[in-house]
T-cell receptor
Framework: EAGVAQSPRYKIIEKRQSVAFWCNPI?????LYWYQQILGQGPKLLIQ????????DSQLPKDRFSAERLKGVDSTLKIQPAKLEDSAVYLC????????????FGPGTRLTVT | GENVEQHPSTLSVQEGDSAVIKCTYS??????FPWYKQELGKGPQLIID?????GEKKDQRIAVTLNKTAKHFSLHITETQPEDSAVYFC????????????????FGQGTILTVHP
């Protein structure tokens, strides 16, 4: 079974620039999550999708972050404009349905904002 | 919202020793407590989990205990091996308002475990 795929793996941008991350969940997984993991901390949930609908985006900084999952499969997370404090690893995870099952994480995208 | 505290932040043991990592949570309605292992450059991987209706669970060298009254849970690794070296995270799943559970996990800060040969 193929795991959660993410790209790119690394990205370096200057502050105020824009960046987008892509995630392809495990086939058949209805629930998709985006987490932000700052160095030395645990992952923090940014947004959760159930199919193509948003279940929880309470911790997403909506003035600069946006995410979509148009066809209920893959997803993109965008930051515009980036700030220095956005430097982190962005993890995508998926689970079978309703969040009651194990969450499988992708390898993450390491973002450095200079 | 849920708050998870994890201790210690670093743990160094000799190969063959046991390692214990402890977590506390704040939301008494949380009902699912997974533990993840994260190796360098990789995403977290589930190693064991426990639900609120169970007090203890064991899987070979790994065990987890849950005390709902005290709102704390612990990871126990016995006969540690160098390949156990990694960052370990505990997490708690809280419910949305209205009682619906959608799997939102709140993670602890992580424990860097180093097993010396």
């Amino acid at each position: 079974e193929a795991g959660v795929a993410q790209s790119p793996r690394y990205k370096i941008i200057e502050k105020r620039q824009s960046v987008a991350f892509w995630c392809n969940p495990i086939s058949g997984h209805a629930t998709l999550y985006w987490y932000q993991q700052i160095l030395g901390q645990g992952p923090k949930l940014l947004i959760q999708f159930q199919n193509n609908g948003v279940v929880d985006d309470s911790q997403l900084p909506k003035d600069r972050f946006s995410a979509e999952r148009l066809k209920g499969v893959d997803s993109t997370l965008k930051i515009q404009p980036a700030k220095l404090e956005d430097s982190a690893v962005y993890l995508c995870a998926s689970s079978e349905a309703g969040g009651t099952y194990e969450q499988y994480f992708g390898p993450g995208t390491r973002l450095t904002v200079t | 919202g849920e708050n998870v505290e994890q201790h210690p932040s670093t743990l160094s043991v000799q190969e063959g020793d046991s390692a214990v990592i402890k977590c506390t949570y704040s939301d008494s309605a949380s009902n699912y407590f997974p533990w993840y292992k994260q190796e360098l450059g990789k995403g977290p991987q589930l190693i064991i989990d426990i639900r609120s209706n169970v007090g203890e669970k064991k899987d070979q060298r790994i065990a987890v205990t849950l005390n709902k009254t005290a709102k704390h849970f612990s990871l126990h690794i016995t006969e540690t091996q160098p390949e156990d070296s990694a960052v370990y995270f505990c997490a708690a799943r809280s419910r949305h308002a209205g009682g619906t559970s959608y799997g939102k996990l709140t993670f602890g800060q992580g424990t860097i475990l180093t097993v010396h040969p």
